[in-house]
């Protein structure tokens, strides 16, 4: 099953959350931004807002976290009266190679999870042919063109895994399974759920740190990445500012 996001319009007054895994990952965001930054404590979580409309959120490691964090910020936004208009998951993440070498940006047009399912003699079944549940969020179609053209990101699916892939073994069952992805990280997919249940549509950016395949922490590249999102932010703003609904 494949949920479509419905398009909006993004306005330099709109509100946007950028959820994040990790504090290192949002402050890159943040640095994005000219204007100050104000903290306000949420449950569980510390909310960074710009002057700018843009609020961001280390939501947690892992889908089930950032699901929760996401859907804590997005209540609290609807109790104020002040709902977001759209939601960017956003972060560093493994990039397939060759299509996605480190230091390079891909914005998802589809969020897929990859591990949500039952393994069998046969091989893995996604949960939607067990019969139930959703497995792929599809983002606004103009956005994710608008986000590529202003950033330089490639486009393709992100994968959701809750286990980091380390081998290539898994690196190769995983392109079969999905043969567009380009990257894959922990977060996208809980953070689609949980704007899904909103209502709200939602981006994936993620800035490849590391191939997807064998751990080898000698080939990562972390800052490189966290700089790459910064300067992914600095152009990603004014692109969504002049994004139109149904833009095709």
């Given at each position: ?10 306005t ?20 994005a ?121 490639r ?23 999905h043969?567009?992805a ?67």
């Amino acid at each position: 099953m494949v949920v479509q996001a419905e398009e909006g319009l993004i306005t330099a007054s709109a509100r946007v959350l950028v959820a994040t895994a990790v504090p290192v990952e949002r402050d890159a965001v943040a640095r994005a931004f000219p204007s100050a930054v104000s903290r306000t404590r949420l449950p569980g979580a510390l909310l960074c807002r710009t002057t700018t409309g843009w609020d961001l959120l280390a939501a947690g490691v892992g889908p089930a976290l950032a699901a929760a964090g996401t859907a804590g910020a997005l209540t609290a936004a609807a109790l104020e009266g002040a709902p977001y208009d759209l939601v960017v998951c956003a972060g560093i993440g493994g990039g397939f190679l060759p299509e996605s070498p480190v230091g390079s940006l891909v914005v998802a047009d589809a969020i897929t999870v990859a591990d949500l399912g039952a393994e069998t003699a046969d091989g893995f079944l996604p949960v939607t042919e067990l019969g139930f549940g959703t497995v792929t969020h599809a983002p606004p179609e103009s956005a994710v063109r608008a986000v590529s053209e202003a950033t330089g990101a490639r486009t393709g699916t992100i994968l959701t895994v809750s286990t980091v892939t380390g081998t290539a073994a898994r690196a190769a069952a995983l392109r079969e399974r999905h043969p567009g992805a380009l990257a894959e990280g922990m977060e996208g997919f809980g953070v689609a759920e949980a704007a899904a249940a909103h209502g709200v549509p939602v981006l994936e950016l993620r800035a490849v740190s590391n191939p997807v395949g064998p751990r080898d922490r000698a080939a990562w590249r972390i800052g490189d990445a966290l700089t790459a999102l910064t300067e992914a932010f600095g152009k990603l703003t004014p692109a969504l500012e002049s994004w139109k609904p149904h833009d095709r």
